[in-house]
Antibody, heavy 120, light 108 residues
Framework: QVQLQESGPGLAKPSETLSLSCSVS????????WSWVRQPPGRGLEWLGY???????SYNPSLESRVTISLDTSKNQVSLKLRSVTAADTAVYFC??????????????WGQGTLVTVSP | SYELTQPPSVSVSPGQTARITCSGD??????AYWYQQKAGQAPVVVIY???ERPSGISERFSGSSSGTTVTLTISGVQAEDEADYYC???????????FGGGTKLTVL
């Protein structure tokens, strides 16, 4: 059974770096690509980026200068770093598994999400 | 930047059919996907590749595509279907993932 669990500090200060981990069980992270998606309170979903099992990554252009997604195969974890955070980065952060094949990619398993509040 | 447009809300009575649309210029070229998100929960995919239904998803959920609009149809709506629904696709290059703004389905 595939399970994803996000973890990390629930509070970050403005200008700091937000660091989250997604622990994956039931499947090796080397078998799939992975993604982070966030949702500000009461608002819609926003894609942050992909971490590819080949070692590469791609990011939402609106956040590309501040975000890094990486895979730690020794821990079977996917990590997210978001630099220089502001109150606008307050959101529930989800990690998700990517199902991909020729011509399509979507998210089939999601973690429960973790709320990060940016506040002095 | 590329956008997907959904109606903010749709309301139907139990047993009726709900239709939620999603419009975007790249939809004739890129697949669309639909997610159901109930309050306080993570999204769940209900339709992929415009019209395919994952295993375990009720047959009451179906998807279709016509030009720049894709539609999620929920037949015989039940109270348990009350949720936010999001479409997902990519821009014309296929490299940037975009979500629609979401549609709140209310079962009257």
């Amino acid at each position: 059974q595939v399970q994803l669990q996000e973890s990390g500090p629930g509070l970050a200060k403005p200008s700091e770096t937000l660091s989250l981990s997604c622990s994956v069980s039931g499947v090796s992270i080397t078998s799939f690509h992975w993604s982070w998606v966030r949702q500000p309170p009461g608002r819609g979903l926003e894609w942050l980026g992909y971490g590819y099992n080949t070692g590469g990554s791609s990011y939402n252009p609106s956040l590309e200068s501040r975000v890094t997604i990486s895979l730690d195969t020794s821990k079977n974890q996917v990590s997210l770093k978001l630099r220089s955070v502001t109150a606008a980065d307050t959101a529930v952060y989800f990690c998700a598994r990517v199902v991909s094949s020729s011509g399509y990619e979507y998210f089939d398993y999601w973690g429960q999400g973790t709320l990060v509040t940016v506040s002095p | 930047s590329y956008e997907l447009t959904q109606p903010p809300s749709v309301s139907v009575s139990p047993g009726q059919t709900a239709r939620i649309t999603c419009s975007g210029d790249a939809l004739p070229k890129q697949y669309a996907y639909w997610y159901q998100q109930k309050a306080g929960q993570a999204p769940v995919v209900v339709i992929y590749k415009d019209s395919e239904r994952p295993s375990g998803i009720s047959e009451r959920f179906s998807g279709s595509s016509s030009g720049t609009t894709v539609t999620l149809t929920i037949s015989g709506v039940q109270a348990e279907d009350e949720a936010d629904y999001y479409c997902h696709s990519t821009d014309s290059s296929g490299t940037v993932v975009v979500f629609g703004g979401g549609t709140k389905l209310t079962v009257l």
